[in-house]
């Protein structure tokens, strides 16, 4: 259930056992077929499917949509928080539930400039609230990486940023918001080696951090859009609603 939609009443009832997840996004570029908006409106769709599958288990925060971005300010519209700033503000938000006596949380990413800040907040937050809470985090390619392998056309260089995912699932949450046609065509992705490229549907041995601009050739997409179907996105959203669901339901059990 949305933690804004009930009523201080409403909520002073509810199991303080109940998983309560925040989604940390971004509002930034994603190409030229993609709104600045796709890492929060992905990570608030599938907010949204939780709550349609765990009901009452589970209370879901209001999504934070501006995340770390520096990465991406080459291009027009992207917007960007320092990460102490960052920290501080989640870090307020989840020792507010904590206050109230929650236990279990977890920290759900949408945006991979997010990965970095998004764990020492969860360090953070569980070793000083070890005792007496789990702290969990994860983004949602992680949650379902073993199943969203066999989903991609494109392999692991074609779902970067923009890409064959991402396009797949605002296929299906917002397809008014995707001007397809305007994907650029083939792989866009500057190649480093295989120890250090990596995409949603795949992992490497080193991060190389580099901007988007050069990342992505200058096009803003990592990866191959043109993949994308609405049917990929279903796909996607089932797997991670199914990974996500189980690891609510393992939470309250956790050592």
Known sequence: MNWEDLTSEDLGEFDRETPVVLNIAAIEQHGPHLPLSVDADIGTFFLQELNTALGKDVLTLPCVKVGCSEHHMDFPGSLTATHEAFMAYVLGILESVLHHGFRNILILNSHGGNNAIGKVIAEKLGVRQGKNA????????????????????????????????????????????????????????????????????????????????????????????????????????????????????????LP
Request: glycine share 12%; hydrophobic share 40%.
């Open 134 to 253: 789990r702290v969990l985090f994860t983004a949602w390619w992680r949650a379902a990486a073993q199943d969203l392998e066999g989903i991609s056309d494109s392999g692991k260089l074609g779902t970067g940023h923009a890409c064959e995912f991402e396009t797949s699932v605002m296929l299906l949450a917002q397809p008014q918001k995707v001007k397809l046609d305007r994907a650029p065509e083939g792989l866009q992705f500057a190649r480093a080696g295989e120890r250090y490229d990596a995409g949603l549907a795949g992992g490497n041995a080193v991060d190389y951090i580099r901007s988007m601009k050069r990342l992505s050739g200058g096009s803003g997409v990592v990866g191959d859009a043109t993949t994308a179907s609405a049917d990929k996105g279903r796909q996607i959203t089932a797997a991670v609603i199914k990974n996500l669901s189980a690891i609510l339901k393992e939470m309250r059990s």
